[in-house]
T-cell receptor, first 110, second 112 residues
Framework: DQQVKQNSPSLSVQEGRISILNCDYT??????FLWYKKYPAEGPTFLISISSIKDKNEDGRFTVFLNKSAKHLSLHIVPSQPGDSAVYFCAASGNTPLVFGKGTRLSVIA | DADVTQTPRNRITKTGKRIMLECSQT?????MYWYRQDPGLGLRLIYYSFDVKDINKGEISDGYSVSRQAQAKFSLSLESAIPNQTALYFCATGQGVGYEQYFGPGTRLTVT
C-alpha cells in the first residue's frame, strides 16, 4: 500500500508560468516532508523540505505547502524555467527512513 | 570531489552471477541507505544502516545482502542475479530523522 502518492506522472508548463506538483500521504505519523529533483543519469538532489509544525516553506523560486488535515503537500515553482525540467520526487518520514512517491516528470516548454 | 560515490556506474551481468555494488561517502554521516529505482515505481528502499553494527531490511530486501565495512562504506550484493533485478541502484547517506539524504550518482545494472 503506497504511503506517499504522486498521482500525476507528468506535467507540462510554459516557461515563466507556475508549476504545481502535488503529493498525498496516508501515514499520519509522517512529520517531515521533502522534495527531490532528479535529472537523467544523476542521483536525486534535495530541493526543499518542510516539517509538520509549519504549513509553508520558501526557498527562492520554490515553495512547499503542507496541509496536514488533508495529508497533502505541494511544490510551487515560480517562474518555471527550462532547467527545471526533471523528475520530482516527494518523500516523507516519521521515525523511519524516507518513503518516496513514484515521481512526476516536469517539462518546462520554452 | 563527490560526497557520495558509487562503483561501478554501469554493469552488465548474466543471470546467476554474484555482483557487488559499492558506495563510499565523505560526508561523515552515520546513516547509509540503498535504493532501487524502476520506471514508474519511484525509489524503493532495499537496506539501511544506522551505524557500522546496525543493518536493517527495507521494503524490498529479498535477493539482496549488504555489508557496512566502515562508517564511510556500504556495499550491496546480489548473490545470484536475476533479470528482474535490472534497475538503477542508488546509495544515500543522512544524519537522521528530520534531515535530508544525499544520493550518489547511481549504478545502472542490467542482468541478462
Amino acid at each position: 500500500d503506497q504511503q506517499v502518492k504522486q498521482n500525476s506522472p507528468s506535467l507540462s508548463v510554459q516557461e515563466g508560468r507556475i508549476s504545481i506538483l502535488n503529493c498525498d500521504y496516508t501515514n499520519s505519523m509522517f512529520d517531515y516532508f521533502l522534495w527531490y529533483k532528479k535529472y537523467p543519469a544523476e542521483g536525486p538532489t534535495f530541493l526543499i523540505s518542510i516539517s509538520s509544525i509549519k504549513d509553508k516553506n520558501e526557498d527562492g523560486r520554490f515553495t512547499v505547502f503542507l496541509n496536514k488535515s488533508a495529508k497533502h503537500l505541494s511544490l510551487h515553482i515560480v517562474p518555471s524555467q527550462p532547467g527545471d525540467s526533471a523528475v520530482y520526487f516527494c518523500a516523507a518520514s516519521g521515525n523511519t527512513p524516507l518513503v518516496f512517491g513514484k515521481g512526476t516528470r516536469l517539462s518546462v516548454i520554452a | 570531489d563527490a560526497d557520495v560515490t558509487q562503483t561501478p556506474r554501469n554493469r552488465i551481468t548474466k543471470t546467476g552471477k554474484r555482483i557487488m555494488l559499492e558506495c563510499s561517502q565523505t560526508k561523515g554521516h552515520d546513516r547509509m541507505y540503498w535504493y532501487r529505482q524502476d520506471p514508474g515505481l519511484g525509489l524503493r528502499l532495499i537496506y539501511y544502516s544506522f551505524d557500522v553494527k546496525d543493518i536493517n531490511k527495507g521494503e524490498i530486501s529479498d535477493g539482496y545482502s549488504v555489508s557496512r565495512q566502515a562508517q564511510a562504506k556500504f556495499s550491496l550484493s546480489l548473490e545470484s542475479a536475476i533479470p528482474n533485478q535490472t534497475a538503477l541502484y542508488f546509495c544515500a547517506t543522512g544524519q537522521g530523522v528530520g534531515y535530508e539524504q544525499y544520493f550518489g550518482p547511481g549504478t545502472r545494472l542490467t542482468v541478462t
